[in-house]
């Protein structure tokens, strides 16, 4: 892995004084801090919205966002780029874009096209991380690296890398094509992803009972390390997880392999087998999971989930709501709330967006709101005014 040096940066370089107003006026809102005063509600006319009591940024996007703004301080005539958007938060990433700092493009077929970055050139690895083929590109470029990769995300990799180590397989509890799943894989020697518990049930199951490793190749050709042999990498097994995911289904799957592993291989082989996975779900992101399974319990018409549509924390707030009963929408910005009562949402585990006329039903209402950890305080402000803006008397 690379060291802090002269071409590497993991600290910022000191300017946050001199960016903290530019941050402030982009990113945050009076009207959320009035809200947070006012026990997370507002209400005008017959509209009553209900905050979440923990959204929006958390400290590992709002450190990314920082270095971010200090690294185009730093370096006000180089080359900058970032290996991926920096968060998954449309407004940020077009903020960077207009301080000229550039993307890598991805292609097609998901791979990075990296051929314009030239030997010398200011590389921000995002808040997910970068993957170990990726560090090994600019670092042969020699480039100016700073790293905002978050550092719940760097602990995955410290347990991935020790059953690197003891030559276990990584069960990666995640979404193959997400950025920080990538990253983590590749600092596995044998790995599998597994989406969700139904996928590790499959796995589970395939373990105890056996099976056609040509029928197990097949369900998970994306999502396992080369050469993958399930006869030979299922005997040894460590548990890591995307740190965005749900908790709850987090520790079900890492039990589940426990389990299973015990079955196996009984009580006296065991510490063989399977490593205990440890608490790797970001704090952030467990801390607005509580608070949105706190606001769903409460009466309300709907509710709606502000984030990126490639936001995975964000897509679970909604996973949540809708598992609760609720009417959810995810919405990215405010853009998607028309004038004409209509929104544009994205449903759980769609790629398209959907129109749903109309948003509000007529009568009074009560609204629920929460934001992925990649969404600022200003956005979710700006989706407020719109919601309001569609009653005459909530203006």
């Not at 929006?56 to 690294?71: K, L």
């Not at 900058?80 to 903020?95: A, F």
Request: hydrophobic share 35%; charged share 30%; net charge negative.
């Amino acid at each position: 892995m690379l060291k802090p040096g002269v071409n590497y940066h993991r600290k910022g370089f000191g300017l946050k004084d001199s960016i903290k107003d530019e941050l402030k006026s982009e990113y945050e809102s009076d009207l959320i801090a009035f809200i947070r005063q006012n026990d997370y509600q507002v209400k005008r006319g017959d509209l009553t919205v209900k905050l979440a009591e923990a959204f929006g940024f958390c400290w590992g996007v709002d450190r990314a966002v920082s270095m971010a703004y200090e690294t185009r301080k730093q370096f006000p005539d180089r080359r900058i780029w970032i290996t991926n958007e920096i968060i998954h938060n449309p407004l940020v990433n077009d903020n960077l874009k207009k301080m000229d700092i550039k993307f890598v493009e991805v292609e097609p077929d998901g791979k990075k096209d990296f051929s314009e970055i030239g030997n010398g050139d200011v590389v921000i690895l995002p808040a997910f991380g970068a993957s170990v083929e990726e560090l090994e590109l600019l670092t042969s470029r020699e480039c100016e690296i700073v790293d905002t990769t978050c550092p719940w995300v760097s602990r995955v990799w410290n347990r991935v890398d020790k059953y690197k180590k003891s030559d276990f397989t990584a069960i990666i509890h995640g979404k193959y094509k997400h950025e920080e799943t990538i990253a983590t894989s590749s600092r596995a020697q044998h790995y599998l992803i597994v989406q969700d518990l139904d996928e590790a049930n499959w796995v589970a199951n395939y373990i105890l009972n056996g099976g056609s490793s040509t029928e197990f190749l097949v369900k998970f050709k994306e999502a396992v390390s080369k050469d993958f042999d399930p006869a030979v990498h299922l005997l040894r097994l460590g548990v890591a997880n995307q740190t965005t995911m749900l908790k709850g289904e987090t520790e079900k799957i890492g039990k589940l392999f426990e389990q299973t592993m015990m079955r196996k291989y009984g009580p006296s082989k065991f510490d063989e087998h399977f490593l205990s996975p440890g608490d790797t779900i970001c704090d952030a992101t467990q801390e607005r999971q509580d608070a949105m399974q706190k606001l769903i319990l409460q009466d309300m018409d709907l509710v709606v989930v502000i984030g990126g549509y490639n936001s995975s924390n964000t897509g679970h707030l909604q996973e949540m709501a809708i598992a609760e009963g609720k009417s959810a929408y995810h919405i990215d910005g405010p853009d998607c709330i028309k004038d004409d009562n209509s929104i544009t949402h994205k449903e759980v585990h769609g790629n398209e967006e959907k129109l749903t006329a109309p948003f509000l039903p007529k009568g009074p209402l009560t609204i629920g709101i929460t934001a992925g950890a990649s969404t600022p305080d200003q956005v979710v402000a700006e989706v407020i005014e719109k919601i309001f803006s569609l009653r005459p008397d909530c203006e």
